[in-house]
């Protein structure tokens, strides 16, 4: 009897820490919607401020994800509840904002190594997760081509790039025909994912 009064007080309060979570999400994307679509300069104070709020309030989603074990990485992504899919760009979006970031207190490089381990975080989980097949790279001088005579190789290296751009391009258009069936509410068994 005291057992299923607890487990359900218990099961209680995960669903309001959830619903809290959504909402601080939710909130956090129309604010990065708003950052993306503002028209004042990225250095002005106005913008480095929502910039600021951004990060802290996906850092504050990033700590309570983690501490309601949302995820496991004994699981595949179909294991995944359809709206909590959602979280899975928190690292991508993090390391976005951060970028965005210009602060005197902090040096650039200090923001792009920060940067870059939200990015290898966000293909780490999509590895993970089985979602793509990718590898974050560590850096190679071998990339810079400033000494490089290979003609060849470095037109091979542009087309790559072209080529990634474009698949980028290619899944920002999948993303959001994704979130805007995401954001309509449907529940797991509806949304169908035309391939």
Not at 62 to 72: A, H, N, Q, V
Not at 92 to 101: E, N
């Amino acid at each position: 009897m005291w057992g299923s009064s607890i487990k359900r007080k218990a099961m209680a309060v995960n669903c309001d820490e959830n619903k809290k979570v959504r909402e601080i999400f939710d909130a956090a994307i129309k604010l990065e919607s708003e950052i993306e679509n503002d028209s004042n300069s990225s250095s002005s104070i106005s913008h480095q401020e929502k910039t600021t709020r951004c990060i802290q309030m996906l850092e504050d989603v990033t700590r309570m994800i983690s501490e309601l074990g949302l995820f496991s990485t004994n699981e595949d992504v179909d294991e995944v509840i359809t709206s909590d899919l959602r979280y899975f760009l928190l690292p991508a979006l993090l390391g976005y904002l951060t970028l965005r970031r210009i602060e005197s207190l902090v040096s650039r490089l200090d923001l792009l190594k920060i940067a870059d381990v939200y990015y290898k975080d966000f293909l780490t989980r999509c590895q993970d997760y089985k979602i793509a097949k990718v590898e974050a790279k560590e850096k190679d001088d071998s990339d810079a081509c400033t000494n490089s005579t290979d003609l060849a190789q470095m037109t091979r290296r542009r087309e790559q790039k072209i080529q990634r751009f474009r698949e980028q391009k290619a899944n920002e258009v999948r993303l959001a025909e994704l979130s805007k069936l995401v954001e309509s509410e449907h529940s797991d068994e509806e949304v169908r994912v035309s391939e």
